[in-house]
Structures are given as structure tokens and as C-alpha cells.
Nanobody
Framework: QVQLLESGGGLVQAGGSLRLSCAASGRTISNYVMGWIRQAPGKEREFVAGISWSGTRTLYADSVKGRFTISRDSAKNTAYLQMNSLKPEDTAVYYC?????????????????WGQGTQVTVSS
């Protein structure tokens, strides 16, 4: 069983930056695809970014491409999401998620393990 704990959310002005962290426990995540998924008020969960177990492959939603960067540190059993040039439409609860596979999928149901989420609010 994998437990995930997000941190780093908060309130930021448009154009600002935040770095989210996802600390894993219970099992090493070195063999898991890691993803970041967000949910805005009144909307469905949306895939944001994913990274392969090796860290050599990444995938981004078009809405964040060029602004967000996903990374991982296997030694620290932690994944990250660096968010730059934030926009008000990025406001959401951001979840870290993991799946025990080699494929990065954008389907949120494909992720078996989830954190409790961290709130990101971008003011205009």
C-alpha cells in the first residue's frame, strides 16, 4: 500500500509560482508512474501531468504545457510539480496519484493511489 501526502499549496497572485511536493510512504514509488491531477469547484478531476518511473518520460495537459514541470526524486520517495506563470483558471485542489505501471495515462481512474489534495488558489 502506498500513502501519498501533498504539500506546498497556497494562495498566489496571477503570474506567480508554487512548488507542490508529494511524499510517499509505505512503499517505494520507484516503480510507479506518478501523476498530478486537479479538481476545480464544480468540475471533474483533470489530469495535469505525469512522469514515468524512470523519470525520463513526462506528459502534460495542453493547458499547463510550458508552465508546469513534473519531476521526481526516487532517493527521497517524492514527486514534485513546479508551477510557473500561474493563472486564475489553475485554481483547484491538486492531488498526487500513483499507478503501478509503465504507462503514463491521462485517465484519472487509472491511478490506484491518491493523496488527500492541496488547495491552490490563484488570484487575479
Amino acid at each position: 500500500q502506498v500513502q501519498l501526502l501533498e504539500s506546498g499549496g497556497g494562495l498566489v497572485q496571477a503570474g506567480g509560482s508554487l512548488r507542490l511536493s508529494c511524499a510517499a510512504s509505505g512503499r517505494t514509488i520507484s516503480n510507479y508512474v506518478m501523476g498530478w491531477i486537479r479538481q476545480a469547484p464544480g468540475k471533474e478531476r483533470e489530469f495535469v501531468a505525469g512522469i514515468s518511473w524512470s523519470g525520463t518520460r513526462t506528459l502534460y495537459a495542453d493547458s499547463v504545457k510550458g508552465r508546469f514541470t513534473i519531476s521526481r526524486d526516487s532517493a527521497k520517495n517524492t514527486a514534485y510539480l513546479q508551477m510557473n506563470s500561474l493563472k486564475p483558471e489553475d485554481t483547484a485542489v491538486y492531488y498526487c496519484a500513483a499507478r503501478g505501471s509503465t504507462s503514463i495515462l491521462t485517465t484519472t481512474a487509472a491511478y490506484a493511489y491518491w493523496g488527500q489534495g492541496t488547495q491552490v488558489t490563484v488570484s487575479s
